[in-house]
């Protein structure tokens, strides 16, 4: 539970005497933070335990949802609306102001999705998604169902609803975020790499390059601050890096992470997800907007 720096000037980024939280325990997959302002609350999963859950301002854990169809990642929509991963249904949802879900997307040309797993924002206003097969792979993480998409994708969903998919040459694509809206970064997990793509106004994705790695373990999830830095989850806590994906330092955890995402009033929180437990730690930047 400390902090390693590579670079001196990552001490920067975190108030004096700083130190991660534990702020509770008990799950056993946790997953898919994202903080909603219109709420005061971060929101999570446990993918495993079918529900999800909330941290709010007050510094209390409350259920949020049960049971969530086993949802994974999720982000906010441009007008600020929770989006979410359902590993259980196979689909992505939005959640309305009466708290029901609409499922936005559960196929493509008519085959079911395997079981989408997190899910970013482009400036312009269409959801991207990753589709690796996990929940299918895992019982424990889904309902289970018979495999119909030739591949593990990205998906894009426009904003008029409809649904293409942009990235079809990865292995397991997991963790996603924009770094720009003509950079997409994107973990895949199959390969242990986070690989950059060049978007194009239309939607297209060309392949750039490999952007970085982490070691131990591999980035599941990712997060960007409004400078440009890279937030990665891994097997020793999270990685800090620059936005060409040299390291800064690191934030170290007893427990490997999943996901995380900033946070709080200020947007200034880093919350953690490290399987069975969630953490945080104060820092002195914000994250980019949209979860």
């Not at 720096?5 to 056993?28: I, Q, Y």
């Not at 999963?45 to 990642?73: C, I, K, M, Y």
């Not at 694509?173 to 895949?188: H, K, T």
């Amino acid at each position: 539970m400390t902090l390693s720096a590579t670079h001196p000037r990552f001490f920067d980024l975190f108030p004096a005497g700083a130190t991660p939280e534990k702020l509770a325990d008990g799950f056993t997959w946790s997953e898919g933070p994202v903080y909603v302002p219109s709420r005061g609350a971060m929101i999570f999963s446990d993918v495993r335990q079918n529900r999800t859950w909330r941290w709010t301002d007050a510094g209390r854990l409350e259920q949020e949802t049960f049971p969530s169809h086993h949802q994974n990642g999720h982000c906010l929509d441009a007008q600020g609306r929770l989006i979410a991963c359902s590993q259980g249904l196979r689909a992505l949802l939005r959640q309305g102001e009466d708290g029901l879900w609409t499922i936005l997307a559960d196929a493509f040309k008519g085959q079911r999705l395997n079981s989408p797993n997190d899910v970013a924002l482009h400036p312009d206003g269409s959801l991207w998604f990753s589709d690796p097969p996990y929940g299918l792979d895992n019982p424990a993480e889904s309902y289970g169902g018979a495999r119909e998409l030739a591949g593990n994708w990205v998906f894009r969903l426009a904003p008029d609803g409809t649904l293409s998919a942009p990235i079809r040459d990865r292995v397991k694509p997991n963790g996603l975020r924009f770094a720009s809206a003509e950079r997409l970064l994107l973990a895949d997990t199959g390969d242990s790499q986070t690989h950059a793509y060049r978007i194009a106004p239309d939607g297209k994705a060309e392949y750039e390059r490999v952007w970085f790695t982490v070691d131990p373990g591999k980035t599941d999830g990712l997060r960007l601050d409004t400078e440009g830095r890279i937030w990665s989850s891994a097997g020793d806590g999270v990685h800090v890096l620059s936005a060409g994906g040299e390291e800064l330092g690191r934030i170290g955890l007893p427990q490997k992470v999943s996901n995380l995402c900033f946070g709080g009033p200020g947007g200034t929180t880093l919350f953690m997800t490290a399987i069975h437990e969630l953490w945080k730690i104060e820092t002195t930047v914000q994250g980019q907007a949209g979860g």
